[in-house]
Structure formats: structure tokens, C-alpha cells
């Protein structure tokens, strides 16, 4: 994940849009539909940290996510060199380095994790195409989503807000992100404060 977040040239417009594009994508666990749609609106600070509000995901549903200062650090930077102060972060940037005023697609957001998963070797190009090099992506979209609820388990988040994060209605669904399984060497029943 971190060379992933370390792969756009940020001496670039483009590569500093990518990186917070990837900021997103891993910091906040988004779906690229819903990175697609992101607005500056929606980013604000509510007791005392960064939040996207009034997200609205999946089958209509709204939530809003918090986000990490360095995923912030990401979007601003982009906002700034893009000359963004309001409607959709995440646009189209012309070979010139010439931002758009239109959304970027859900598509461009897969063609970007495409990209930077074959530039730090996870992908393969398959074959010229006049001068874009079409590629297999070994790492889509959704696996940063994966990825991000594996990162937070892992760093002992609470499952649970885990689910109110990636907008999950079941926590068997985040549950399967995360590849639960039982484990009996740090089981529930040793943290009950109990005893006889």
C-alpha cells in the first residue's frame, strides 16, 4: 500500500491528483464510483478531524467517513495545484497537465490503480497500443478497499466501525473483506477481567 501511495510524480499536476486519488482509495476505503462523485463539499472537519460527509454509496445509502491527516495532506495539495475551490476533486488532467472542469470516470479511476500497480511491479503491460501501453492490472479499485479494512484491523480498529466506514450492512461482509477467522491463542474469553 505504501508504494503504491509513493508511486505518482508529485513534481507533477497529475501525479499529485493520483496520489490523493490512491490517499482515498487506501485511507478512507471509497468505492471509485464514490471517489468519482467526491466533492470539496463533502470534505469537512467535524470534531476535530477530517471527514467526508453525506457520502452517498451504494444503493442509495449515505454515510460519512473519516479520513486520515495524510489522505487530507494528499487532497489539498491536489486541490491547490489544480485551482480547485469547489464542485468535484477528482478530474481529468490533459497530457499538458491542464486540469478539466468535468469529473474523471470511475473507468480513468481503475486506468490510475492500473498504472501505479504495474509501475511498482504489480501489473504487466500487455501490449502497445499507439502510445498508451494497455495494462493487466494485478490490483483494482476494490482491493484498496480490501486492503484498507485489513490495514485497520490490523491496527486493532474495531470492526464494527469498520463496517459504518465502508458502508457494509451486514458485518459478515466486512468480515469476509477481512478474512476473519477464529483465533484461539487471543480468544475473547482472556479479556474479561474475570475470575475464580
Not at 145 to 154: G, S, V
Request: aromatic share 4%; net charge positive; proline share 3%.
Amino acid at each position: 500500500a505504501q508504494r503504491l501511495l509513493d508511486a505518482p510524480d508529485v513534481s507533477t499536476v497529475k501525479g499529485l491528483r493520483d496520489r490523493a486519488l490512491l490517499a482515498v482509495l487506501l485511507g478512507c476505503g471509497l468505492r471509485r464510483e464514490e471517489c468519482a462523485t467526491l466533492t470539496v463539499g463533502h470534505i469537512q472537519e467535524r470534531e476535530k478531524r477530517w471527514v467526508i460527509v453525506d457520502l452517498v454509496g451504494k444503493r442509495n445509502k449515505t454515510r460519512s467517513v473519516p479520513m486520515p491527516s495524510w489522505a487530507k495532506f494528499a487532497i489539498d495539495a491536489w486541490l491547490v495545484a489544480g485551482s480547485i475551490t469547489e464542485g468535484v476533486i477528482f478530474r481529468a488532467v490533459n497530457r499538458g497537465g491542464r486540469v478539466g472542469d468535468k469529473a474523471i470516470s470511475a473507468q480513468a479511476i481503475y486506468n490510475v490503480v492500473s498504472e501505479y500497480s504495474a509501475a511498482i511491479g504489480m501489473g504487466t503491460n500487455t501490449k502497445e497500443k499507439g502510445t498508451r501501453r494497455n495494462v493487466k492490472a494485478a490490483i483494482h479499485p476494490h482491493d484498496l478497499r480490501r486492503t484498507f479494512a485489513k490495514l485497520a484491523h490490523t491496527g486493532n480498529a474495531p470492526i464494527e466501525q469498520i463496517q459504518l466506514t465502508l458502508g457494509h450492512t451486514s458485518v459478515q461482509t466486512t468480515e469476509r473483506y477481512l478474512g476473519v477467522t477464529q483465533d484461539l491463542k487471543s480468544a475473547p474469553c482472556d479479556v474479561l477481567g474475570l475470575r475464580v
